[in-house]
């Protein structure tokens, strides 16, 4: 890469594998099939950025912004979200794996999680007031003092929710999910 800003470009089919670029800007860019897989990517700003069909397994995003970036059909394994900047963070997952990465402490309100996989993701402290959850797997998600207000998890499914711990005021679930409401309890549920 050998500009400082990247303004409405595609990368397609790159690998960054193992490198490390900080200090760039992406604006309206679109990243297709590219493997961030073991990347060092902090303190790079993506603003509008399109990722579909990448590998960003176990990218580091450390100070790094991402403001109305939208993941497609991509492959995101053990990506630590808490560490990008808080400020305009935005983000939209669609089918994509995601699991164990962590989003702990993140105010990401109205989110969307689309078709994805969560599988063991923290959310622990974040606030995800009016996010939706769309036909997602949060098997082994774990919510701890997380704001779930209004958040929709009507055809979500695996997950395990403690009410008591968790605010989940107006928060919409659908009646094959309330088992996940109960868990920690050890009741049977019968239909």
């Known amino acids: 890469m050998d500009a400082l800003i990247y303004d409405d470009h595609l990368f397609e089919d790159q690998s960054f594998t193992g490198m490390t670029v900080k200090g760039l800007e992406f604006q309206s860019c679109v990243f297709k099939k590219c493997d961030f897989s073991n990347s060092d990517f902090a303190q ?85 007031a009016g996010s939706v959850f769309d036909q997602t797997d949060l098997s082994g998600a774990v919510f701890n003092q997380t704001d779930l207000s209004s958040v929709d998890f009507i055809t979500s499914f695996n997950y395990s929710i403690d009410p008591e711990i968790n605010n989940i005021r107006k928060a919409s679930f659908s009646i094959d999910g309330v088992a996940g409401l109960l868990e920690k309890h050890q009741v049977k549920i019968v239909y």
């Open 44 to 128: 790079n700003k993506f603003l509008e950025c399109t990722f579909d069909g990448c590998n960003l397994s176990m990218l580091k995003l450390s100070g790094a912004t991402l403001n109305d970036v939208q993941f497609k059909n991509c492959k995101i394994l053990g990506v630590l979200f808490y560490e990008c900047q808080d400020f305009l963070f935005s983000v939209f997952f669609d089918n994509c794996i995601m699991d164990y990465s962590s989003f702990m402490l993140k105010k990401m309100l109205k989110t969307r999680f689309v078709k994805s996989s969560l599988k063991e993701v923290n959310f622990t402290q974040a606030n995800l």
